[in-house]
């Protein structure tokens, strides 16, 4: 028995020694804290903002709808307003977010007039809106224009009021 705990002892006494050895001189973990000195902290290290509240990536766009602008009889000038430059902000904003994305924008007319000219004049309609988009930052390259001329009525050709809604211009994001 006594060579038990003698044994005991000695396996006990050699694993601290070695641990105290492996700790504190090898790794260097045992020393005792030093008191260091903390450099004086300026005002152009500090953190201006709330950086609990603000989130850490950046929002997903949201994918805007389809945008329609109308033109009147045989024009392709249109007037920009709040509607059209919030769906710019939009559609810029998920066209930045997505690189595959493309803004696509058809030309439409209404039935007067033949086919070959409503074809050219909704070109010049979808052209009139590329160029907005472009001088407002949408790269040329990110949008694709079309013309459907009269071949996609959104209403009767046969009344006035019909006419009109087919004269326009189909804005969509195409991913």
């Given at each position: 028995?006594?060579?038990?705990?003698?044994?005991?002892?000695?396996?006990?006494?050699?694993?601290?020694?070695?641990?105290?050895?492996?700790?504190?001189?090898?790794?260097?973990?045992?020393?005792?804290p030093?008191?260091?000195q903390?450099?004086?902290?300026?005002?152009?290290?500090?953190?201006?903002?709330?950086?609990?509240?603000?989130?850490?990536?950046?929002?997903?766009?949201?994918?805007?709808?389809?945008?329609?602008?109308?033109?009147?009889?045989?024009?392709?000038?249109?007037?920009?307003?709040?509607?059209?430059?919030?769906?710019?902000?939009?559609?810029?904003?998920?066209?930045?977010?997505?690189?595959?994305?493309?803004?696509?924008?058809?030309?439409?007319?209404?039935?007067?007039g033949?086919?070959?000219?409503?074809?050219?004049?909704?070109?010049?309609?979808?052209?009139?809106?590329?160029r907005?988009?472009?001088?407002?930052?949408?790269?040329?390259?990110?949008i694709?224009?079309?013309?459907?001329g009269?071949?996609?009525?959104?209403?009767?050709?046969?009344?006035?009021?019909?006419?009109?809604?087919?004269?326009?211009?189909?804005?969509?994001?195409?991913?």
């Amino acid at each position: 028995m006594k060579i038990l705990i003698i044994g005991f002892l000695a396996f006990f006494g050699w694993s601290a020694l070695s641990t105290h050895l492996y700790v504190c001189k090898i790794k260097g973990l045992c020393s005792e804290p030093a008191a260091k000195q903390i450099e004086m902290v300026n005002n152009k290290d500090t953190i201006a903002v709330d950086t609990l509240r603000k989130p850490l990536a950046a929002e997903e766009a949201v994918l805007p709808g389809n945008l329609n602008i109308y033109f009147a009889f045989d024009k392709s000038e249109f007037n920009s307003d709040a509607g059209i430059d919030k769906y710019f902000n939009e559609s810029n904003t998920y066209l930045n977010q997505n690189s595959q994305a493309r803004l696509s924008i058809t030309g439409h007319t209404d039935a007067i007039g033949t086919d070959e000219y409503n074809q050219a004049l909704g070109y010049r309609r979808a052209q009139s809106v590329q160029r907005y988009f472009e001088s407002k930052g949408i790269s040329a390259n990110k949008i694709i224009i079309e013309s459907k001329g009269e071949k996609a009525p959104l209403d009767d050709n046969n009344t006035a009021a019909g006419r009109t809604n087919n004269r326009r211009t189909v804005i969509t994001i195409k991913k």
